[in-house]
């Protein structure tokens, strides 16, 4: 496993083998080690955009775990170099690492706006809510600069088709003005993950996203604008965050969000060594105790991928963490049921040809 003499700003500072047994290089920082120069860049490792001439825009899923058919990822990768995201092990189809590479090699699709409307225009397509993104953040920071996802909720509006997203950057709020309009006619949902309110540990565990504060500005924000606000308290991390629970709820709710879930921590595959160095790294001395609850709420492992017990864990702790976020969404009124979204108003979009149809 390599490891980076520090990168700024990273989640990662590791790229793990890809598990489909590619050739592994391991760095050796023994000769330069006194090229402060060098070494200096290094630390500044830069962000690479690279164009993905994708040919479809959007995935279907069938797990059981999740409540979403379909969902549509703008971008591969995520700068937002989140040390537990489940969606690191989706680089190494790229031949890259979970690590590093996850979050410094951001693959963007310029076409996606133009694929989703011919996407909607198949004959045999039954509407449904599509989901931005099912993978990685459809608002991370390279979005100020591409509008990907906002030409994509472009089409979507045309199309009356509806929409969920979910994010944990504030940027969604440049969008009020489509997502507004999409609200009139109940065809969105917006879900803000707050994490922890502590920007201190948010600045080393979520490093490059929007802070506390402003996710629950946006989620002020996008609640008066009168689009559905939810707070996803998401991942859960036993021993770490967990405690917090109470008081990201009592903040949500306070700042406008009208429902709220969680997930526990998750560590699928390539995630778990990028987490557990995360974890050594930065806070030592509170690893072992992190690590063994993780563990208490895995069976002893630190994964389970069984779905029914993969998003909530099993045992005392991982039941205390559901009791704890039952009581407090019930005191703070975010446990209601979602409104559904409406598919019914679907009308398909003007094709990207130019051609209408007749019929």
């Known amino acids: 496993m390599s490891s980076h003499p520090h990168a700024k700003g990273r989640g990662s500072q590791i790229d793990p083998p890809n598990r489909f047994g590619q050739s592994y290089a391991v760095p050796d920082f023994e000769h330069i080690e006194h090229d402060a ?5 290094l630390r500044n490792l830069k962000t690479e955009y690279i164009p993905d001439a994708a040919k479809s825009i959007v995935s279907e899923n069938d797990s059981p775990d999740v409540p979403f058919r379909y969902s549509l990822n703008p971008y591969r990768g995520c700068m ?22 996850f979050e410094t090699k951001i693959f963007f699709k310029p076409d996606a706006p133009k694929l989703f409307r011919d996407w909607l225009n198949r004959p045999n397509w039954e509407p449904e809510t599509v989901v931005m993104s099912g993978v990685t953040d459809c608002y991370q920071p390279i979005e100020r600069e591409h509008r990907i996802t906002r030409g994509c909720l472009e089409v979507a509006l045309e199309a009356r088709v509806p929409i969920g997203i979910v994010t944990k950057n504030a940027l969604v709020t440049r969008d009020i003005d489509i997502l507004s309009e999409m609200a009139k006619h109940s065809l969105v949902r917006v879900a803000l993950s707050v994490t922890s309110l502590d920007q201190e540990l948010t600045r080393v565990l979520e ?8 996710r629950l500005r946006a989620l002020g924000e996008l609640s008066n604008a009168g689009i559905p606000a939810v707070v996803m308290a998401s991942p859960m991390i036993p021993g770490l965050n967990d405690s917090e629970l109470p008081a990201i709820l009592k903040a949500a709710s306070e700042a406008g969000a009208s429902y709220a879930t969680y997930i526990l921590l998750r560590l699928p595959l390539t995630v778990q060594p990028v987490f557990m160095e995360w974890l050594e790294r930065c806070l030592p001395l509170k690893r072992e105790l992190i690590e063994s609850r993780i563990r208490a709420t895995r069976e002893g492992q630190l994964s389970n991928a069984e779905f029914g017990r993969r998003m909530r864990g099993s045992g005392v702790i991982a039941e205390q963490i559901d009791q704890t976020f039952k009581l407090f969404a019930k005191r703070y009124g975010l446990d209601r049921k979602y409104e559904p979204l409406d598919a019914s108003q679907f009308r398909p979009p003007k094709p990207s040809s130019g051609q209408l149809r007749l019929f």
């Open 37 to 41: 120069e060098y070494l200096e860049d």
């Open 80 to 101: 937002h170099g989140c040390s537990y995201c489940y969606a690191r092990p989706t680089h190494e189809y790229l031949g890259l690492s979970a690590g590093l590479d």
């Open 207 to 214: 490093p490059r996203t929007s802070s506390p504060q402003a």
